[in-house]
């Protein structure tokens, strides 16, 4: 089977995050499949698509600084991208691709990880990341788009720690100081591994014959079409336009806290973190024992379907708190969403554990 390999000069934000999207749209139109390759211009900070700008990111620095914040079509969680990652996006047709993600993730990261091991490094896959030492050296995510499958992803080639925790949103600059000192702990990069930054074209080099060898593939170097570079540029444009990037936080303006608090005798809104395999962020407003609003957002991996999310928010609204559970397994087993990170237990249990804050006990 023939690939196209696309090795293409650095992006910026808007086109690191739109590139596979004209390409999905090529093969899924029955063009090849497509390995492509290339890093950031510049640094930006990259949100998942279900996620929400203001819990997330630090917008005071970002903008003194001008750093671009970029939304995605994948999910997952908030990432700082610089020069100093190797990106690699595989786009393959859908009726190729595992249904499972796990075992998406281990065929097509495989070669990935068997690159890593090439310069003497013990990495392992776990779940969608790619750790050495149990430490992350590859974050990766998944989605469909038309009849594709897409498998973004990077190598950390250097990685500054300080500066990417000043790009997040945090507690207090304590709290900032915590967790450069954790990522250190729980990312490393080739450099941190090796003591020098592989050369990229080598980088290119050995992945394509480890995609070559495990998949059982011939890559034909190539460059995009000029029906894909038009249709690229345009979503770029799209994407730097601020009703796309802070959609998630448009949906609910009213509900931007970060804690619970009681309103009156029959109101309240509370909001907490629930770490299932991926976290789960909800804030909820509860009026006379029922919904009148809730945003549900997270790090999470949302396969298909398309818009289930906003679906799942409409459908909590006005139901009654003691019926949340129910409405959860309706809407579930209704639309069977492919979900990596959470499942429809983790999202009642969270639920449960809102329903037990002290000021929603007082008002239902």
């Not at 909800?282 to 006379?288: H, L, P, R, S």
Request: glycine content about 6%; proline content about 4%; some cysteine.
């Amino acid at each position: 089977m023939s690939w196209r390999f696309a090795a293409l000069p650095p992006q910026d934000g808007y086109h690191m995050v739109t590139s596979f999207v004209s390409v999905a749209d090529y093969v899924s139109r029955g063009g090849k499949d497509t390995l492509m390759v290339f890093y950031a211009k510049e640094p930006f900070v990259n949100v998942g698509v279900n996620q929400e700008v203001w819990l997330e990111v630090n917008l005071d620095f970002t903008k003194q600084h001008n750093i671009p914040v970029v939304r995605r079509d994948l999910g997952g969680g908030t990432v700082v991208i610089t020069p100093g990652e190797h990106d690699f996006f595989i786009v393959i047709k859908q009726e190729e691709a595992p249904s499972d993600p796990q075992s998406l993730y281990k065929k097509y990261l495989t070669p990935i990880v068997n690159v890593i091991r090439s310069y003497g490094l013990d990495a392992q896959l776990r779940d969608q990341d790619i750790v050495v030492n149990g430490k992350k050296i590859s974050g990766n995510g998944a989605m469909t788009y038309e009849k594709a499958v897409v498998i973004a992803g990077n190598i950390l080639l250097s990685f500054d720690a300080d500066f990417v925790s000043k790009c997040i949103k945090v507690p207090s600059e304590k709290f900032r100081d915590k967790i450069a000192k954790d990522m250190s702990e729980w990312l490393t990069s080739m450099e941190k591994e090796l003591g020098y930054v592989p050369d990229r074209n080598e980088l290119n080099k050995k992945i394509k014959e480890e995609f070559e060898k495990e998949l059982g593939i011939k890559f034909e170097d190539s460059s995009l079409t000029p029906e894909e570079i038009e249709l690229w540029d345009k979503l770029a444009e799209e994407k730097k336009r601020e009703e796309w990037i802070y959609y998630k936080d448009n949906r609910h303006p009213d509900l931007r806290t970060d804690r619970c608090v009681k309103i009156s005798s029959a109101v309240a809104v509370c909001h907490v973190d629930y770490k299932a395999r991926k976290l789960i962020r909800i804030t909820v407003k509860i009026v006379n024992k029922k919904i009148d609003e809730v945003s549900i957002s997270g790090d999470f991996f949302l396969m298909s379907p398309k818009g289930f999310l906003d679906r799942l928010e409409d459908s909590l609204q006005g139901v009654e708190v003691s019926k949340i559970n129910e409405k959860i397994d309706e809407v579930f087993s209704s639309e069977k969403p492919v979900i990596f990170g959470f499942t429809a237990d983790d999202l009642k249990k969270a639920f449960e554990e809102i329903l037990n804050k002290p000021e929603i006990r007082e008002i239902i």
